[in-house]
């Protein structure tokens, strides 16, 4: 170890050194898989039709379904999938439009209308539920699977549904199929939707055959494919739910691969399964105070990859002359957390919450969501809402990082009185580092405290960054100007003088304006902190403003926003208390010689 080294300085440029790391693989790992994600979301909207549709996926236990119509590995166009396979129920609310295909009875044709592809107001509706055959087909069917040994016919994926009643799903309008079986069981299936994104989905069978008949309810989602991006190191995509009463989602499309099985089931009460992308989810609900076996899985269906998330509910005994109902949900839309929050109180659902994956540091990421939203609904712009949510962070640690900068500004006085010590015993690190301790002991100076703004700035950045990342409120939400998005990268260029310059420039050279602010209030927070004696970490600290401009330019700009206010109140902050303890306030800058005679330094400085 060099002794000549604060420990504090050390702590510090190790805490830049893992944000460092962090902001790497953002730049060279997250930021193009996003860019591609959200390329491939724009293609797959753009394919939409204006019409409805779907396709089904095997009860637990069924073999696989490989319809005669299409080749193994076959994909086929959405529009072209809605226009064939039968008869389908549209249903229409305030949030979502789609259609139920009656053969099969399967939800599996769904669009979002309050999401686009883009900012654009006129792109493309987001398309999340698609039939079978499809590209990345997503749907969900719910059924009733027999006994072993049981000759019972049950309908289907290939059964034809009659509609009973209802012409059109809406929030007013519940519609009812039917299907008789021919053997004296007839099945009836309400469907009901409210107004956002949950289905109520009541299955009854009456038995009107001579013996009493055993039946087992189950719901599965499935998806055929894995989604055209790469997978986010920061959340969690593919298959999820809760089950056994804890959150299970070691199940992203690669770890099912990896599973011997090909499979991992768990009994649980209460809970749900799913299939989760960044911003969607389709989510299917059992009854929470029974018992159900849940269930994910992949498996080789047709030339292709099917990812499942079922349960299956406990055996139901219906006599002669009887009847048995149950009533499932599903919730196929975005993840919006008012709404999640909602339903889990509303129906009882037990830890729905924990759809939204609030990561690590969730305690402070959850509230910091929650005091943003607030803030936003009273001003409107979340980009507001995150430097007013600065200044509040700032007041709340103001005691604390106050004792800091009074340290740092300490440390700022005594550096002639270090410097003379470093000289006088640079022969000798003990009675070096021993003069040092002394010296800061005497002037009642902790180098340690200077590494408190870092230390508490870490998990909210940490944390904010997962909230601009996982919350669908944060998705295209503007601030002002050019941010029109700030859960992306600020757009503009300093090498194209800001879009000045007409050409356009690749990715990785999209250093925008929010960056360069942020690179410069840092250059100049560093500059009013005591320089580091070792020579090595003091050319590191001139390194850290221009690489991480350029590396933060890459990260959603309501990221930098917040950046850089938190600098320009550090700053701020510093000034009054080196004022105040009468410390020189320099910034150690190196005049240029090629700009001629340095100016004279400004009275009061």
């Given at each position: 170890?060099?002794?000549?080294?604060?420990?504090?300085?050390?702590?510090?440029?190790?805490?830049?050194?893992?944000?460092?790391?962090?902001?790497?693989?953002?730049?060279?790992?997250?930021?193009?898989?996003?860019?591609?994600?959200?390329?491939?979301?724009?293609?797959?909207?753009?394919?939409?039709?204006?019409?409805?549709?779907?396709?089904?996926?095997?009860?637990?236990?069924?073999?696989?379904?490989?319809?005669?119509?299409?080749?193994?590995?076959?994909?086929?166009?959405?529009?072209?999938?809605?226009?064939?396979?039968?008869?389908?129920?549209?249903?229409?609310?305030?949030?979502?439009?789609?259609?139920?295909?009656?053969?099969?009875?399967?939800?599996?044709?769904?669009?979002?209308?309050?999401?686009?592809?883009?900012?654009?107001?006129?792109?493309?509706?987001?398309?999340?539920?698609?039939?079978?055959?499809?590209?990345?087909?997503?749907?969900?069917?719910?059924?009733?699977?027999?006994?072993?040994?049981?000759?019972?016919?049950?309908?289907?994926?290939?059964?034809?549904?009659?509609?009973?009643?209802?012409?059109?799903?809406?929030?007013?309008?519940?519609?009812?199929?039917?299907?008789?079986?021919?053997?004296?069981?007839?099945?009836?299936?309400?469907?009901?939707?409210?107004?956002?994104?949950?289905?109520?989905?009541?299955?009854?069978?009456?038995?009107?055959?001579?013996?009493?008949?055993?039946?087992?309810?189950?719901?599965?989602?499935?998806?055929?494919?894995?989604?055209?991006?790469?997978?986010?190191?920061?959340?969690?995509?593919?298959?999820?739910?809760?089950?056994?009463?804890?959150?299970?989602?070691?199940?992203?499309?690669?770890?099912?691969?990896?599973?011997?099985?090909?499979?991992?089931?768990?009994?649980?009460?209460?809970?749900?399964?799913?299939?989760?992308?960044?911003?969607?989810?389709?989510?299917?609900?059992?009854?929470?105070?029974?018992?159900?076996?849940?269930?994910?899985?992949?498996?080789?269906?047709?030339?292709?990859?099917?990812?499942?998330?079922?349960?299956?509910?406990?055996?139901?005994?219906?006599?002669?002359?009887?009847?048995?109902?149950?009533?499932?949900?599903?919730?196929?839309?975005?993840?919006?957390?008012?709404?999640?929050?909602?339903?889990?109180?509303?129906?009882?659902?037990?830890?729905?919450?924990?759809?939204?994956?609030?990561?690590?540091?969730?305690?402070?990421?959850?509230?910091?969501?929650?005091?943003?939203?607030?803030?936003?609904?009273?001003?409107?712009n979340f980009g507001v809402a995150i430097i007013l949510l600065t200044?509040?962070?700032?007041?709340?640690?103001?005691?604390?990082?106050?004792?800091?900068?009074?340290?740092?500004?300490?440390?700022?006085?005594?550096?002639?009185?270090?410097?003379?010590?470093?000289?006088?015993?640079?022969?000798?690190?003990?009675?070096?580092?021993?003069?040092?301790?002394?010296?800061?002991?005497?002037?009642?100076?902790?180098?340690?405290?200077?590494?408190?703004?870092?230390?508490?700035?870490?998990?909210?950045?940490?944390?904010?960054?997962?909230?601009?990342?996982?919350?669908?409120?944060?998705?295209?939400?503007?601030?002002?100007?050019?941010?029109?998005d700030l859960a992306v990268a600020d757009p503009t260029s300093i090498?194209?003088?800001?879009?000045?310059?007409?050409?356009?420039?690749?990715?990785?050279?999209h250093v925008g304006v929010w960056p360069v602010l942020m690179g410069?209030?840092?250059?100049?927070?560093?500059?009013?902190?005591?320089?580091?004696?070792?020579?090595?970490?003091?050319?590191?600290?001139?390194?850290?403003?221009?690489?991480?401009?350029?590396?933060?330019?890459?990260?959603?700009?309501?990221?930098?926003?917040?950046?850089?206010?938190?600098?320009?109140?550090?700053?701020?902050?510093?000034?009054?208390?080196?004022?105040?303890?009468?410390?020189?306030?320099?910034?150690?800058?190196?005049?240029?010689?090629?700009?001629?005679?340095?100016?004279?330094?400004?009275?009061?400085?």
């Amino acid at each position: 170890m060099n002794n000549s080294k604060p420990d504090g300085v050390n702590l510090i440029a190790a805490m830049l050194l893992c944000l460092a790391v962090m902001v790497g693989w953002q730049y060279f790992f997250v930021a193009p898989q996003v860019e591609a994600q959200r390329k491939a979301a724009a293609e797959r909207a753009a394919q939409q039709p204006t019409a409805p549709t779907p396709t089904a996926p095997t009860a637990p236990g069924a073999p696989p379904l490989s319809p005669a119509t299409l080749t193994p590995g076959q994909t086929i166009p959405l529009e072209t999938a809605l226009k064939t396979g039968g008869e389908r129920v549209a249903f229409d609310n305030p949030k979502v439009d789609g259609s139920i295909r009656l053969t099969g009875a399967q939800i599996d044709y769904l669009r979002l209308k309050d999401y686009r592809a883009t900012v654009d107001p006129k792109s493309a509706e987001i398309v999340f539920l698609t039939p079978h055959g499809t590209d990345i087909a997503t749907f969900a069917e719910i059924g009733w699977t027999r006994a072993p040994g049981s000759a019972t016919v049950l309908p289907d994926s290939k059964t034809v549904w009659t509609l009973e009643s209802g012409a059109k799903l809406t929030p007013e309008t519940p519609v009812t199929l039917a299907w008789d079986n021919g053997q004296g069981l007839i099945f009836k299936r309400r469907i009901a939707l409210d107004e956002n994104y949950m289905f109520t989905i009541t299955d009854t069978v009456e038995n009107r055959a001579g013996a009493p008949v055993t039946l087992y309810p189950y719901a599965v989602v499935a998806r055929e494919g894995e989604p055209k991006h790469a997978a986010n190191w920061i959340l969690h995509e593919g298959l999820f739910g809760v089950l056994g009463g804890r959150l299970q989602d070691a199940t992203t499309y690669a770890e099912m691969r990896d599973y011997e099985a090909k499979e991992l089931k768990l009994d649980s009460t209460g809970g749900w399964v799913g299939i989760t992308d960044h911003y969607w989810m389709a989510t299917l609900i059992p009854p929470q105070n029974e018992q159900f076996a849940g269930r994910f899985s992949l498996s080789p269906d047709n030339g292709k990859e099917v990812f499942r998330a079922d349960y299956l509910l406990a055996a139901r005994n219906i006599p002669a002359g009887g009847a048995v109902t149950v009533t499932h949900n599903l919730y196929a839309g975005a993840k919006v957390v008012s709404l999640i929050e909602g339903y889990q109180e509303k129906l009882g659902i037990f830890r729905f919450d924990m759809t939204i994956d609030w990561g690590w540091f969730s305690i402070i990421t959850y509230w910091m969501f929650k005091g943003l939203d607030a803030i936003n609904h009273l001003v409107g712009n979340f980009g507001v809402a995150i430097i007013l949510l600065t200044i509040f962070i700032k007041f709340l640690f103001f005691p604390l990082a106050n004792r800091s900068y009074e340290s740092m500004a300490k440390m700022k006085k005594v550096q002639p009185q270090m410097k003379e010590i470093q000289e006088r015993f640079k022969e000798d690190r003990m009675k070096q580092q021993q003069e040092l301790a002394a010296l800061f002991k005497r002037e009642k100076v902790n180098p340690m405290m200077g590494c408190l703004p870092i230390l508490i700035q870490i998990p909210v950045f940490f944390s904010l960054y997962k909230v601009l990342f996982v919350t669908i409120e944060m998705r295209h939400a503007p601030f002002f100007g050019w941010i029109q998005d700030l859960a992306v990268a600020d757009p503009t260029s300093i090498f194209n003088l800001f879009g000045l310059l007409p050409y356009a420039l690749p990715t990785w050279l999209h250093v925008g304006v929010w960056p360069v602010l942020m690179g410069i209030t840092m250059w100049l927070q560093t500059k009013m902190n005591p320089p580091a004696t070792d020579p090595v970490q003091q050319q590191m600290m001139v390194m850290m403003p221009p690489v991480f401009t350029y590396l933060m330019a890459q990260f959603p700009a309501g990221l930098v926003i917040y950046w850089t206010a938190n600098n320009v109140l550090s700053i701020l902050q510093q000034y009054v208390i080196m004022r105040r303890m009468k410390v020189p306030i320099e910034f150690n800058f190196k005049w240029p010689s090629w700009l001629g005679k340095k100016p004279d330094k400004a009275p009061g400085a």
